[in-house]
């Protein structure tokens, strides 16, 4: 899953999604999240200037992403 903070990379396990990894866009860091298998992860990627939320559910198999970008 891409936003402007970075890249998420998603996998699904059973109707469980699971982070397999997190690259930041240059100058955004990840704040701490549950890599899962959970029923949804969150990803906030963050810079002085932007803030990238990725959450991501799985269904029928298939990762499912919401992304939310806004000014910190």
Do not use: W
């Not at 891409?2 to 100058?27: F, I, K, M, N």
């Not at 803030?51 to 992403?65: F, L, Q, T």
């Amino acid at each position: 899953m891409d936003a402007q903070g970075g890249t998420v990379t998603v996998r699904c396990v059973g109707g469980s999604a699971e982070v397999l990894a997190v690259t930041p866009a240059p100058g955004f860091e990840a704040k701490a999240y549950d890599p899962g298998p959970v029923k949804q992860v969150q990803v906030e990627l963050t810079s002085a200037e932007h803030h990238s939320e990725i959450r991501v559910h799985c269904a029928n198999g298939r990762p499912k992403p919401k992304v939310k970008e806004r000014a910190p």
